[in-house]
């Protein structure tokens, strides 16, 4: 979910089980969606997007959910790993050279 | 590889000082971008430029300071205007959409701190 303050919200997940990491976004215009891992210490790494014309789109072990009705954004992992502990941002855009706009994040941790 | 290269990794400024951060990529992308992350936040955009000679400024551009002189180097000199800027500076880059959006690539980050 989003973030209130200067903490981080946390998702604690047993490793095989499968995560969701929820996004609201403010933009009724945005039409472009990106979801993005941080590992400490890195720069932001694509994990998969959406355009505003689908509902799902799916990659490896990950889904990503769209519902523009009530402006929500999801991240389904399957089967989680160790290695998927890090921060997930979500980002929206609307048509054109605009930069995108990042939400606050959502920390995954991982229990082995 | 293709990739964005941030350098320093660390880099450290007395007070009053002016410092530049470095930010090369070689994915031949037109719009590159600089964005500020304090801890336990997400991304705020400070500086973005779709073309050579051009950019604009973002969310939180009091303070810095950049110059796209040639489409691969989008350096960023954080002046000593800016009160407060110990953080950790993302550079990114992406292809601008025509029609199609593409994600941005970012580098790993120069992370600054005040001496």
């Known amino acids: 979910g989003e973030s209130v303050g200067l903490h981080l919200p946390t998702l604690s997940v047993q490793e095989g089980d499968n995560s969701i990491i929820n996004c609201a976004y403010s933009?009724?215009?945005?039409?472009?969606f990106i979801w993005y891992k941080q590992e400490s210490g890195k720069g932001p790494q694509f994990i998969i997007d959406?355009?505003?014309?689908?509902d799902k789109r799916q990659g490896q072990r990950v889904t990503v959910l769209l519902n523009k009705t009530v402006k929500h954004l999801s991240l389904q992992i399957a089967a989680t790993q160790p290695g998927d502990s890090a921060v997930y941002f979500c980002?929206?855009?609307?048509?054109?050279?605009?930069?995108?706009?990042f939400g606050k994040g959502t920390r995954l941790s991982v229990i082995a | 590889d293709g990739g964005i290269t941030q350098s320093p990794k660390y880099l450290f400024r007395k007070e009053g000082q002016n410092v530049t951060l470095s930010c090369e990529q070689n994915?031949?992308?037109?719009?590159m971008y600089w964005y500020r992350q304090d801890p336990g936040q997400g991304l705020r955009l400070i500086y973005y430029?779709?073309?050579?000679?051009?950019?604009q400024k973002g969310d939180i551009a009091e303070g810095y300071s950049v110059s796209r002189e040639k489409k691969e180097s989008f350096p960023l000199t954080v002046t000593s205007a800016q009160k407060n800027p110990t953080a950790f500076y993302l550079c990114?880059?992406?292809?601008?959409?025509?029609?199609?959006?593409?994600?941005?690539?970012f580098g790993d980050g120069t992370r600054l701190s005040i001496l």
């Open positions: 430029s779709q073309i050579v000679n051009d950019f």
């Open positions: 980002a929206e855009k609307n048509s054109g050279n605009t930069p995108l706009v």
């Open positions: 994915l031949n992308h037109d719009a």
């Open positions: 990114a880059s992406t292809i601008p959409g025509r029609g199609m959006d593409q994600p941005q690539h």
């Open positions: 933009n009724s215009a945005s039409d472009y």
């Open positions: 959406i355009r505003s014309n689908m």
